[in-house]
């Protein structure tokens, strides 16, 4: 296990905040070929161990992509135009998403070796014309399954902060932020899959609004379930990230008459107001995990934040919200592949078969009744937010699980015969269809542990606020992982 510490004020580039990288660029005091090149050698020098990068672009491939966007900094700063808000920052994307000349192996063994894709999923479409410089793709277990990353194409991506832990799933991607490969990444969340690998890797991961970050994906294209979202180091990053993501795209029903979004103003400083709850109603959570949230709720009390204790006798009834997420999460999946996981399963992990085969004899009474169930908690939490400015939970219920196990089966005195079972405290929230935050709270034995904040449904920069002033009290947001080739600070 690594010791994690925390940043100086001269730190090398990869350590550089994204807000900070890209005023640098703009102004002249870093070329996009420096970053460029300080993100590069950063992944020579730590993915080996790491094992996040599925696919990059040839090195100089990439630095002629940094080398264009310097010639169009000069030109936008003769001609006196505005320069889009991520220019000549790198990004790689989650391997579930298309990028154009690069291949999606969706993490199975039925996609891999497959060429190039022709063209950009909308929201990498946004990302490219906001000025981000595409260059790689992140690791992902089979289609998103499970929120550990592991698959039988590319491997165990594995945490920074220790090397024989899991980084969390689906969006590995949270790997390469934390171990400052990437300034940032993309990532998707249908049960926690930016919300535990953020929690494990202490990051910054958020489930968006539905609809606010454009996606096609067939008839799951008016699904609010599944949501993409940015994973960054801080809450200003994943704000500046998200500006580049969202919009409007006609091929994206949830996302009509939506505008982008705009990066974070000045710090919040109001008073905050927050609803609490240990465990969503009774959930198994780790002694580590519980110890932790309890000092992170003794250190924003000391500091002056309201907190308010909200369970199912307050006003939040989480009965039935679990088996109300089992039955959309798998109508989802055999929706996506139809029947031929069932066909065919020795092309796909043995529980993506038995999710697909379970979703092929629902009832409609099960799927009018789960989509009754998501409409009421929608509406539960929707009331409670009215009167606070967010409501936390912890953002995992263990610290990262060990990277040979193939999900969590045991937590006290509860086990799981299932992957999803021990996902419960991202799941439930899922059901909200509110933006959840999850960010770092602390840490424990050298591992990070996260928290969960839910936010208003729509004002999810509002929430990245919120974030960004718990991050000041929390101050743990700064510390990163020991690995080989953290390099000497650098004086910009």
């Not at 550089?16 to 070929?33: N, P």
């Not at 599925?54 to 003769?78: I, T």
């Not at 194409?153 to 689906?170: E, K, M, Q, W, Y």
């Not at 929690?199 to 609809?211: D, K, W």
Request: net charge negative; charged share 20%; aromatic share 6%.
């Amino acid at each position: 296990m690594t010791t994690p510490t925390p940043t100086t004020p001269t730190q090398p580039i990869h350590w550089w905040t994204a807000t900070r990288l890209r005023d640098a660029i703009a102004s002249g005091e870093l070329s996009a070929v420096e970053v460029m090149t300080a993100f590069l050698d950063r992944m020579d020098a730590t993915d080996d161990a790491v094992n996040v990068m599925v696919f990059r672009l040839p090195r100089d491939e990439a630095l002629a992509l940094a080398a264009e966007a310097d010639r169009a900094r000069d030109l936008a700063l003769d001609e006196g135009r505005p320069l889009g808000p991520l220019h000549g920052l790198p990004i790689a994307i989650k391997d579930l998403v298309d990028v154009a000349g690069m291949p999606t192996s969706r993490g199975s063994r039925a996609f891999a070796g497959r060429g190039p894709e022709a063209s950009d999923a909308p929201h990498v479409a946004k990302l490219r014309a906001a000025g981000a410089l595409l260059i790689g793709k992140t690791n992902a277990p089979e289609f998103g399954v499970g929120t550990v990353t592991w698959n039988d194409v590319f491997g165990i991506t594995r945490n920074p902060f220790d090397l024989t832990r899991h980084a969390g799933g689906s969006t590995g991607g949270a790997a390469a932020v934390a171990a400052g490969m990437l300034p940032f990444c993309d990532g998707s969340d249908s049960g926690g899959s930016l919300r535990y690998p953020a929690s494990f890797c202490n990051v910054v991961g958020l489930r968006t609004t539905p609809g606010l970050v454009p996606a096609v994906a067939g008839g799951g294209s008016w699904s609010p379930h599944s949501v993409n979202g940015p994973v960054a180091r801080t809450c200003r990053d994943a704000a500046l990230l998200l500006s580049g993501m969202t919009g409007e795209d006609p091929l994206a029903p949830l996302s009509v008459g939506g505008a982008p979004t705009e990066e974070l103003g000045a710090p919040r400083t109001a008073p905050l107001r927050l609803a609490w709850s240990p465990d969503l109603g009774g959930l198994p959570i780790s002694d580590e995990v519980r110890a932790v949230f309890a000092d992170t709720r003794a250190r924003l009390g000391a500091a002056g934040v309201e907190i308010v204790d909200v369970d199912s006798r307050t006003g939040i009834d989480f009965t039935g919200v679990g088996r109300a997420w089992e039955v959309i999460e798998l109508t989802g999946w055999f929706a996506l592949l139809g029947r031929d996981p069932i066909d065919h399963p020795e092309k796909y992990r043995d529980d993506f078969v038995r999710n697909v085969g379970e979703a092929s004899a629902f009832s409609t009474t099960e799927l009018i009744e789960a989509e009754d169930r998501r409409y009421r908690l929608f509406t539960a939490f929707t009331e409670l937010l009215g009167d606070v400015d967010g409501f936390v939970c912890p953002g995992a219920p263990v610290v990262a699980p060990p990277a040979e196990d193939k999900w969590v089966a045991r937590i006290g005195d509860t086990t799981f015969d299932r992957y999803f079972l021990w996902q419960r405290l991202a799941c439930l929230l899922v059901m909200t269809q509110h933006p959840v935050l999850a960010l770092p709270a602390g840490f424990s034995g050298g591992l990070p542990v996260g928290l969960q904040v839910v936010g208003r449904y729509g004002r999810d920069v509002e929430l990245l606020a919120v974030g960004e002033q718990l991050e000041t009290i929390l101050g743990v947001s700064d510390v990163h992982p020991e690995l080989p080739g953290n390099g000497r600070p650098m004086t910009p």
